[in-house]
């Protein structure tokens, strides 16, 4: 049983520049979520994705981040013109629809310069 | 609107003493509950979980938790601490008919020295 995984694990940038994140999930798993965890801090909910489509989105999502999950399976995280307070921790999580247990990815550090 | 409060950032233990990590939430309507723990350098790994079965919910690695509605409480027990139980630990609440999108604590990172 693969877990979720997602790339890169790290990425620095320096501020401006845009970065994609991908996540692959459990293979059987429809639901998606990303989250971000900032230091010190739990994580945070950002969106949900059931299959294919975007059913939610926090506030903490400004319109430079985009998600996407296009064909149900894999997803991507873009943020554009990155700042400094995006530096974080950027979690993946699925599970399957008839379960409440979401299983995590091990994340990808965001460090903007 | 849900929240959680973690009662402690940091909860220092003895090698076999009994953990207790104290955990309080807010929800308009019944939650689902959960305590996941976070090992240095590594995922995000559900200990347990209450969906509103039995009200004593048992967990990996000896770990259990009660729920208590009249207390709006979640705390998370191990009769006797390991070392390898340093890591840290969140509180979640998530509502029920919603899509589940998880709500966490800040966390309580319990160290256990010899």
């Known amino acids: 049983d693969t877990g979720v995984s997602q790339d890169p694990r790290h990425k620095i940038t320096k501020r401006g520049q845009n970065v994609t994140f991908r996540c692959d999930p459990i293979?059987?798993?429809?639901?998606l979520y990303w989250y971000r965890q900032t230091l010190g801090q739990g994580p945070e909910f950002l969106t949900y994705?059931?299959?294919?489509?975007?059913?939610?989105k926090s506030r903490l999502l400004s319109d430079r981040f985009s998600a996407e999950r296009p064909k149900g399976s894999f997803s991507t995280l873009e943020i554009q013109r990155t700042e400094q307070g995006d530096s974080a921790m950027y979690l993946c999580?699925?599970?399957?629809?008839?379960?409440?247990?979401?299983?995590f990815g091990p994340g990808t550090r965001l460090t903007v310069l | 609107a849900q929240s959680v409060t973690q009662l402690g950032s940091h909860v220092s233990v003895s090698e076999g003493a009994l953990v207790l990590l104290r955990c309080n939430y807010s929800?308009?309507?019944?939650?689902?509950l959960f305590w996941y723990v976070q090992y240095p350098n590594q995922g995000l790994q559900l200990l347990l979980k209450?969906?509103?079965?039995?009200?004593l919910v048992k967990g990996i690695n000896g770990f259990e938790a009660e729920f208590k509605k009249s207390e709006t409480s979640f705390h998370l027990t191990k009769p006797s601490a390991h070392m390898s139980d340093a890591a840290e630990y969140f509180c979640?609440?998530?509502?029920?008919?919603?899509?589940?999108?998880?709500?966490f604590g800040a966390g309580t990172r319990l160290a256990v020295h010899p």
């Open positions: 999580a699925s599970r399957r629809s008839d379960s409440t247990e979401q299983f």
């Open positions: 979640v609440v998530s509502v029920k008919g919603g899509y589940n999108k998880l709500i």
């Open positions: 929800s308009s309507v019944p939650p689902y």
């Open positions: 209450y969906t509103s079965a039995a009200t």
């Open positions: 293979s059987e798993h429809n639901r």
């Open positions: 994705f059931q299959n294919e489509a975007q059913l939610e």
